[in-house]
């Protein structure tokens, strides 16, 4: 069965710098990626998506995410944070027969003043 | 477009209690989904659907009933709740995956609903 695994569940960084959120799923087969983002008591909403194509696709909000077959990776990125970033992340696998996605268990970004 | 929509926005029950989360979607999709969310589990699935009047098991479906009488509407039953099914619970739902020119496999969700069983 696939499964996602996101490193860190709490990522603390200072407003305009740099952030990782680290991703790696575990199928070595054909799979489609994607970054979900939760604001506090919202739902989910897609940030961006790996289908096919080229490995750094970007999303809203200045993120972008580089698929990484060889080493199973789906790591999204930020040049420059704003406060308002502050969310829950989550990534997600589909399945092996595609017709379902596998989460991540997530990791808070918090973006201090 | 209201997108995915989810009803009731929280609810209290007492053990042993049933209830009724509704789902409604106007995207004409065909695929709905069923997920509960605890801190730091991320989403898990409890049933999907791949269609009207068909219902599937997801990861965790003990002690939830679906139905899906109308391609718009996917209900989750709880028969009788426990506090073990505290949670926040959201609905998805997609077009149907692979078909070309769909557009992918990415998901849209709900607001959420939050249950709390004392």
């Known amino acids: 069965a696939q499964s996602v695994t996101q490193l860190d569940s709490q990522v603390p960084v200072f407003e305009e710098a740099p952030v990782e959120l680290r991703c790696n799923y575990s199928s070595s087969v054909s799979v489609y990626l994607f970054w979900y983002v939760q604001y506090p008591n919202q739902g989910l909403q897609l940030l961006l998506k790996?289908?096919?194509?080229?490995?750094l696709v970007k999303g809203i909000n200045g993120f972008e995410a580089e698929f990484n077959k060889s080493q199973t990776s789906f790591h999204l990125r930020k040049p420059s944070v704003h406060i308002s970033d502050t969310a829950e992340y989550f990534c997600a696998v589909n399945d092996l027969y595609g017709n379902k996605l596998v989460f991540g268990a997530g990791t808070i970004l918090r973006v201090k003043s | 477009n209201a997108g995915v929509t989810q009803t009731p926005k929280f609810r209290v029950l007492k053990t042993g209690q049933s209830m009724t989360l509704l789902c409604a979607q106007d995207m004409n999709h065909e695929y709905m989904y069923w997920y509960r969310q605890d801190p730091g589990m991320g989403l898990r699935l409890i049933h999907y659907s791949v269609g009207e009047g068909t219902t599937a098991k997801g990861e965790v479906p003990d002690g939830y009933n679906v139905s899906r009488l109308k391609k718009q509407n996917f209900l989750l039953g709880l028969e009788s709740a426990a506090p073990s099914q505290t949670s926040v619970y959201f609905c998805?739902?997609?077009?149907?995956?692979?078909?070309?020119?769909?557009?992918?496999?990415?998901?849209?969700f709900g607001p959420g609903t939050r249950l709390t069983v004392t």
């Open positions: 790996y289908l096919s194509g080229s490995t």
């Open positions: 998805a739902s997609s077009r149907t995956p692979g078909l070309a020119g769909t557009g992918g496999y990415e998901q849209y």
